[in-house]
């Protein structure tokens, strides 16, 4: 059962742990919500990912993308343009997620063989704690938005040891303290 939040913008569910809703029915929602509560978004929506494009990405990133991930990618690629429906941050189409892990991985493959790794890692947290591996970066950190500045909110395929594989976590340039925004993309 739903009701309105006490903004009134949305509904929520009364039992989420119920499960979370099939992926196209959450992006349906989503989409026709932004069209009536959030009219400056305006942005052109990239084709659906095909088959192939995903196992090209999992292939480039050495491991399978969960589940939802891959289901989301098939029913939206993300925007092309415009203001981001995920805190205002636009949902990047699978060729631009890829070029973002690509640049972290370089750069942070360069930082630890100069030991300035240990470094960026030493003042970096979790919340909760022990869920994200306590590192500037992991390469299991698969960004799915983008900010222009250096920062994602994405998947976490390396969590940390209470931490859950596919969980949805915020990371970046300016962010050493790494928090938990969902059990899971399908769950966000």
Same mark, same amino acid.
């Not at 913008?9 to 349906?28: E, F, H, L, Q, V």
């Not at 960026?120 to 970066?137: E, I």
């Not at 950190?141 to 500045?149: C, M, N, V």
């Given at each position: ?7 009134? /913008?949305?509904? =929520? %569910? +009364? ?5 979370? =809703? ?9 989409? %026709?919500? /932004? ?6 978004? +305006?942005?052109?929506? /990239?084709?659906?990912? +095909? ?16 589940? $939802? ?6 029913? =939206? ?17 699978? %060729?631009? /997620? ?15 063989? $100069? ?40 998947? $976490? ?15 970046? %340039? ?15």
């Amino acid at each position: 059962m739903a009701k309105p939040s006490p903004i009134g /913008c949305i509904s =929520y %569910r +009364t039992n989420p742990a119920a499960g979370s =809703y099939p992926i196209k029915t959450a992006w349906k929602r989503l989409k %026709r919500w /932004c069209t009536t509560k959030l009219p400056q978004h +305006t942005g052109e929506d /990239c084709p659906p990912a +095909t088959a192939a494009e995903i196992q090209n990405f999992e292939f480039a990133i050495g491991q399978k993308l969960p589940k $939802d991930v891959r289901e989301s990618y098939l029913v =939206y690629n993300g925007q092309c343009a415009g203001p981001g429906i995920v805190f205002g941050l636009a949902v990047d189409p699978l %060729r631009d /997620c890829l070029n973002n892990w690509k640049t972290w991985v370089e750069g942070y493959e360069s930082a630890l063989a $100069d030991s300035s790794a240990d470094d960026l890692a030493a003042s970096c947290s979790s919340f909760p704690d022990g869920f994200v591996q306590h590192s500037y970066f992991d390469r299991g950190w698969i960004p799915l938005t983008y900010d222009s500045g250096g920062n994602h909110i994405g998947v $976490d395929l390396n969590p940390g040891p209470k931490g859950t594989r596919g969980q949805v976590i915020k990371f970046g %340039r300016d962010d050493e303290f790494h928090t938990v925004l969902a059990l899971s993309w399908g769950s966000s």
